[in-house]
């Protein structure tokens, strides 16, 4: 029970809590429960707490064996009445000033052990029925041995640059485990007692637990548990380590390392349980979020509905300072938590910032109506209420009728009316409904029903308009479903054999909070329920250098385009902009394990605010995984010696962070593709369900004029249509400042008198303003760089980093004064570079749902700020072009583009270099396959 004292005494009384007791004072020594007192303690109190806990083992020894004794007589088989026992000694604070909540019992222990699979290795069962006991020796001295390594951890902590992110993060770390590892001790003490395994086990186990000085330093291989912070309230996957049996000493030895541990832990535990200054909103603060803006009189109007609840994010300069603060005098209080609202009441779109940094006391700051055009995020609440409505509305009942379906079988769903000239007084918040036929199918967006069209109201949620323009045949059912089991019958081909992906040491990364930290990356995860996934605060170790740069500050998909290509009444509207009217974020649903990810992978959730205000939890939203996809990081191999053959390889592992978006008919698979290289990959994959057009046409031949699309099934039409997916990404380079940098390649005549008449060169262009950094890439030859000028390597070139094209380069091809082009004009060019503003985060502007395009990207590079040297944020836009064929129905096939971003010049050499091959004491980086044939 030394550690209960130790640790309930002198850790502050927030982290003590959690260790599930409570701590009377020890004999002789003033009440401390603050912990204010810890770097004043002396080797003599020390002393004398070690003294109190061998005075109080003595009677808990004395008293299990007279217990061992008795039930040994009495033959009692009932471990619960024996518990009872023992607990009720335990309950007698009178005399040995002593309580621990009952709430610790045998199931707890189980439960405990179920929870955590690395325990199940150390269960040892009921070893003897009939004196009660359950051996929990080596449980104990393998949890202890993990505190000696917490111990280790947070001294190497201390070791950082005082203010580091990485400081930070590994007295993080090192809290985090602290606190799970001595729970189950404390449980495990409490539950047999520390003197049970005397009493069994008098010469083998007698009050031994590990020694700091005999902890073993090896087999430290990362492993991941997902567990859940009940006290922020967020998600995050918590590590572990994986300890070898560690050498035992006794319990009293272990007091001073535990005081150790705690003084060096206390420090950090009045910040550890603070958000960092860019994680998601919690559920805690979606709720502080909520009350405040009900409550404030700056809205009074009813009913109020919340259509985005994000992070008000602090300014960049003070994030930089708390991340890589280099300083003793960095401070590493928590930075204000603010949220940005944007809520409607009254007809009106009302932006709101809130204070939420004390969750049971937030405020409202600031409070502004939208008075421009356009309006927001359309709520899924709002949609399905729309939705509702045809079925009761005569005109539409007639109009199912006329076609001979049943209206059970009908869906609708809901299409933004885009905006095409109106006026701001003409405009109103209405979206427009098309339906469909689902019978027996799941594809109901295969089965349209051409030519009916209904305008609702949202403001109102009333229908407002209705059309019933052409009676056109809905598509037959058949051959249009995806399920297993239901799109025909059974593959007959050879089917590859099955795989996976086995690590035998368990995964290489390791998530803490929103940190994820795996070979020489470090990033931050963030959630945004319009943006979906949002990297920040990306860094690699450099080996060679021997320090941590800067690559990253933040980055996330800013805008989905999706003009489609028919100018027909029911389509000439549909030109999508998914995440502005959408939101990306509140479109991705739960991940399938083994089947979205991988086996090895480890899964994320996310928070966002309902309707009403109220957190909505999003569960398995973001996948992390190692991808083995039997790559080549490099290689070479030498022939030009006579007597040998040289060869080396190494084989290329990354790491990918997922997101799957299913906005409607399509599904984008969004990865973030860290490499060891220094590079990082984005890709975008295009999956799901054509967006189809019903039609009178049954075979190809009929079609004698532009049909728009193509004809994949009988009376069904595949509209053609673009996907622009534009990411906005504010590289830091190492460091603030950067420079844009175009390499366009150019040939030159020789005149160097040899027989070759030609080559080509580099003309180097440096970006002074945006009009400068806009980028057409099909247009010539070039590198385009993002570089610090202020950073030079030993050979005096720029540090830098390359933005390479991965294919799906297509440009918008719309007309200048179309309105759908207005409204993303910015999908002209591939490439823009503007100076960094914290409000230009949304490349169609804050409004996306009926914007005319007088807000956002293309509007903002219009003042041609300049941008060399200085803080700048690349846009980079993947375009394609879509022609449907019949391979992609019913359901299409994955097809993926995006770019890299891959160093130039930032290191001094190959940074993957010095990497080990394969075989040197570790497996061979290979997917594993098993068969039960032996030949």
């Given at each position: ?59 808990v ?11 040994m ?53 009921i ?25 280790f ?17 590994k ?114 603060e ?34 930089l ?35 939420v ?12 109506v ?6 927001p995020?359309?709520t ?39 905006w ?6 003409e ?5 427009k ?5 689902a ?25 407002v ?87 990253l ?58 309707q ?25 191999t ?33 990865d ?43 009376n ?54 945006e ?12 590198d ?15 540090v ?5 094209p991965?294919g ?59 941008i ?24 299409m ?20 270099l ?15 396959s098993c068969?039960?044939?032996?030949r």
């Open positions: 029970m030394n550690c209960v004292c130790a640790v309930e005494w002198h850790l502050p009384q927030c982290v003590a809590t959690q260790f599930g007791i409570f701590q009377h004072t020890p004999p002789s020594q003033p009440t401390d429960t603050g912990g204010h007192a810890i770097h004043l303690m002396s080797r003599q109190k020390n002393q004398s707490i070690i003294d109190w806990g061998e005075h109080h083992k003595i009677h020894t004395e008293w299990n064996r007279r217990r061992y004794q008795k039930d007589e009495r033959r009692v088989t009932n471990w619960d009445v024996y518990l009872d026992r023992h607990m009720k000694w335990y309950d007698d604070g009178q005399k040995h000033r002593l309580r621990l909540r009952p709430r610790w019992t045998a199931e707890d222990i189980t439960e405990l052990e179920r929870d955590d699979p690395e325990e199940q290795a150390y269960q040892t069962g070893t003897d029925m009939h004196s009660g006991f359950r051996e929990f020796a080596p449980l104990i001295n393998k949890v202890s041995g993990e505190l000696n390594r917490c111990i951890e947070a001294s190497d902590a201390l070791g950082d640059i005082p203010g580091s992110i990485q400081s930070e993060n007295m993080r770390g090192a809290m985090k485990k602290f606190v799970k590892h001595c729970r189950k001790l404390v449980g495990l003490l409490g539950c047999a007692g520390s003197g049970s395994v005397e009493a069994y086990q008098p010469v083998a186990t007698q009050g031994h637990i590990a020694s700091l000085s005999h902890a073993p330093s090896s087999s430290r291989r990362s492993t991941l548990l997902l567990t859940s912070d009940s006290a922020a309230q967020r998600p995050f996957i918590q590590a572990s380590a994986r300890a070898e049996p560690a050498a035992r000493a006794p319990l009293h030895a272990m007091l001073p390392l535990l005081l150790a541990a705690v003084s060096i832990l206390a420090a950090a535990a009045a910040s550890a349980h603070h958000p960092h200054p860019l994680d998601p909103l919690s559920p805690a979606l709720t502080a979020v909520r009350a405040a803006v009900l409550a404030s009189p700056l809205v009074p109007a009813r009913p109020l509905t919340f259509h985005y609840v994000g992070l008000d994010e602090p300014d960049k300069p003070d994030v300072s708390y991340a890589y603060g280099n300083s003793a005098s960095s401070s590493r209080s928590a930075m204000p938590r603010r949220a940005f609202v944007i809520a409607r009441a009254g007809g009106q779109s009302h932006e709101l910032r809130v204070d940094t004390d969750a049971a006391a937030p405020s409202v700051l600031g409070h502004a939208h008075r421009g055009a356009g309006f995020t359309l899924l609440d709002e949609q399905f209420a729309a939705v509702a409505l045809p079925p009761a509305h005569p005109p539409f009942v007639e109009s199912v009728r006329r076609r001979g379906v049943d209206m059970a079988d009908v869906l609708c769903a809901v299409f933004p009316v885009g095409f000239g109106d006026l701001p007084a405009e109103r918040r209405v979206v409904l098309l339906c469909f036929v019978g027996a199918t799941a594809n109901f967006y295969a089965r349209p029903l051409e030519g009916v069209t209904l305008v609702v109201d949202l403001d109102r949620m009333a229908i308009g209705y059309r019933d323009r052409v009676l056109l045949p809905v598509p037959k059912a058949e051959g249009t479903d995806y399920r297993a089991g239901n799109a025909g019958p059974p593959y007959a081909g050879r089917a590859p054999a099955p795989g996976t992906v086995v690590q035998p040491e368990g995964r290489g990364f390791d998530i803490d909070g929103h940190f994820v930290r795996w070979a020489n990356w470090e990033f931050h995860v963030g959630f945004d329920v319009r943006a979906g996934t949002v990297i920040s605060l990306a860094s690699i170790h450099d080996a060679e250098a021997g320090a941590r740069r800067r690559v500050y933040r980055g996330f998909v800013s805008e989905v385009f999706v003009p489609y290509m028919d100018p027909a009444e029911e389509w000439y509207y549909r030109t999508f902009l998914d995440a502005g009217e959408y939101g990306l974020g509140l479109w991705a649903f739960p991940l399938q394990p083994g089947a979205d990810c991988p086996a090895n992978a480890a899964y994320l959730d996310g928070y966002y605010a309902g009403d205000g109220k957190p909505v939890e999003n569960k398995n939203m973001i996948c992390v995984f190692e991808r083995y996809a039997g790559d080549v990081a490099w290689r070479h030498e022939a030009g010696f006579p007597d040998r053959l040289i060869t080396e390889v190494r084989p290329d592992v990354s790491l990918v962070v997922r997101m799957v978006v299913s906005c409607g008919n399509y599904d984008y698979i969004l973030w593709e860290f490499k060891t290289s220094g590079s990082i990959k984005f890709t975008v994959s295009l999956t799901g369900l054509l967006e189809v057009k019903g039609t009178a046409y049954t075979h190809a031949d009929q079609i004698m004029e532009d049909a728009h699309g193509t004809l994949v099934a009988e069904t039409l595949a509209v053609y249509h673009d996907h622009y997916v534009t990411y906005h990404l504010d590289l830091d380079v190492d460091g603030t400042n950067n420079s844009f940098v175009k390499n366009t390649i150019a040939t030159k005549r020789n005149e160097a008198g040899t027989p070759r008449r030609s080559y080509w060169t580099v003309r180097r262009e440096v970006a002074e303003t009009a400068d950094a806009q980028v057409d890439v099909n247009a010539a030859p070039a385009l760089l993002v570089v610090n000028p202020n950073k030079r390597t030993r050979m005096g070139n720029e830098g980093y390359r933005v390479v991965g799906a380069t297509a440009a918008s091809v719309l007309d200048d004064d179309d309105y759908p082009q207005r409204r993303a004009s910015y999908c002209k060019k591939q490439v823009r570079v503007t100076p960094y503003s914290k409000a230009e985060k949304w490349a169609p502007g804050l409004y996306a749902d009926q914007s005319t395009g007088d807000d956002g990207l293309a509007a903002w590079s219009e003042r041609d700020r300049g060399r040297n200085e803080d700048i944020v690349l846009w980079y836009t993947v375009g394609i072009h879509h022609i449907p064929y019949q391979d992609d129905f019913p359901v096939p994955t097809v993926s583009g995006g770019f890299e971003l891959r160093p130039a010049n930032f290191f001094e050499r190959n940074p993957l010095t990497t080990r091959p394969p075989g040197l004491d570790q497996p061979p980086l290979v997917n594993c068969t039960g044939d032996s």
